[in-house]
């Protein structure tokens, strides 16, 4: 079982470029989110899902977009990406609401440069 | 404002000594996590804390939470190298979906 997926690993992109960063699970879990972390700032919120076809914006959404258009994928896409959208980004899944509790399985991250 | 405070956020400290991480949070809130992050690398569960009083305990580890006092925390006995890492405190939102993070304690044990 591999868990979380993300792709690509790592990523250079100039400025105003589109990115779409991937994220899938293979646990069947009904939620699904998108963090960005930054040195001294923790984990901030973009985007969430609480079940396919549903999103909700996080604290940091401007910017980005998602999509969920089944249980196990969740891409997140910057439009025209600027450079203080450089970042680690990590996506991560739940069963909230199934299990009682909300324990968040993390993928590998995505560390995206802006230049 | 919801916020979620941990301290300290940097640790240095010998092995074999104990050691308490505190977080603090500004909500009514019964669930409480704690994660680990090696550096370079992805998060992992460590903790959940599903009521006031609860105790969980893993090897050198120990996570408690009083959801009257809105405070929880790591305690790391006879600390050993393998343990530095960044801890991460997070706290549930239930009606909000969402976790609320702390920043996040960089524990570093000398040998």
């Known amino acids: 079982i591999a868990g979380i997926t993300q792709a690509p690993t790592s990523q250079i992109l100039a400025a105003g470029r589109r990115m779409t960063l991937r994220c899938t699970q293979d646990m069947r879990h009904n939620a699904m989110y998108w963090y960005r972390q930054d040195l001294g700032l923790g984990l901030r919120l973009i985007h969430y899902?609480?079940?396919?076809?549903?999103?909700g914006k996080g604290e940091v959404p401007d910017g980005y977009s998602v999509s969920r258009a089944n249980t196990d994928d969740f891409p997140l896409t910057l439009a025209s990406a600027v450079p203080s959208q450089t970042s680690v980004y990590f996506c991560a899944s739940s069963d909230r609401g199934k299990s009682g509790t909300d324990t968040q399985y993390f993928g590998p991250g995505t560390r995206l440069t802006v230049l | 404002e919801l916020k979620v405070e941990q301290n300290p956020l940097f640790l240095s400290m010998q092995e074999g000594k104990n050691y308490t991480i505190y977080c603090n949070y500004s909500?009514?809130?019964?669930?409480l996590y704690w994660y680990r992050q090696d550096p370079g690398k992805s998060l992992e569960s460590l903790f959940v804390l599903l009521s006031n009083g609860a105790v969980k305990q893993e090897g050198r580890l120990m996570a408690s939470l009083d959801t009257k006092a809105r405070l929880s925390t790591l305690h790391i006995t006879a600390a050993v190298h393998d343990l530095s890492a960044t801890y991460f405190c997070?706290?549930?939102?239930?009606?909000?979906?969402?976790?609320?993070w702390g920043a996040g304690t960089k524990l570093i044990i000398k040998p």
């Open positions: 997070a706290v549930d939102i239930w009606s909000n979906y969402q976790l609320i």
């Open positions: 909500t009514t809130s019964d669930r």
């Open positions: 899902s609480n079940t396919a076809g549903t999103t």
